[in-house]
């Protein structure tokens, strides 16, 4: 991803996953970012993911849709993926406090698995943001808004 802040300006970065929220307008809230919030998800995609065909097929964005209420309610990361092997930070946290009680992460970076969300390539994410617009919905839709979780398809 480029305009990440965790990367020099104009340098990409790797995640193993990234999670954003998109609301009921369809901008993109992203924390890391060097842009503004919030940024069109249209524009997001087309700024973070700006040279992706340049780069090996393994490190394809792969973006899950999944509804805020699903994330709310089932999503967990104690930041352990975040430590060494002697229990030292590789990065320092976010400031936040970690999300949920335990850890699955796992669960909403593996592209193997259906669930949660709905799986998208880069071309379908930008579909995606096209038809929510389209419909008037934003990303608000029957089940409120989303948060768009995504990964490298490589661990790092």
């Given at each position: 991803m480029l305009q990440q802040r965790a990367a020099p300006p104009g340098r990409l970065i790797a995640w193993d996953y990234h999670a954003v929220v998109v609301d009921a307008a369809g901008r993109v809230?992203?924390?890391d970012s060097r842009l503004p919030l919030p940024t069109s998800g249209p524009e997001w995609l087309?700024?973070?993911?700006?040279l992706t065909h340049r780069?090996?097929?393994a490190y394809a964005p792969k973006l899950p849709i999944v509804s805020a209420e699903a994330y709310r309610r089932d999503?967990?990361?104690?930041?352990?993926?975040?430590r060494d092997r002697?229990?030292?930070?590789r990065h320092p946290p976010p400031p936040w406090a970690p999300i949920g009680s335990g850890m699955n992460l796992a669960r909403f970076v593996n592209p193997a698995l259906p669930e949660?969300?709905?799986?998208?390539d880069l071309a379908a994410a930008r579909e995606w943001f096209v038809n929510q617009m389209?419909?008037?919905?934003g990303s608000n839709g029957p089940n409120g808004p989303r948060s768009m979780e995504g990964h490298s398809g490589s661990d790092g």
């Open positions: 809230w992203d924390q087309k700024t973070s993911f700006a780069l090996p097929s999503f967990a990361s104690d930041r352990s993926y975040m002697r229990l030292r930070w949660p969300g709905r799986l998208l389209d419909a008037g919905l």
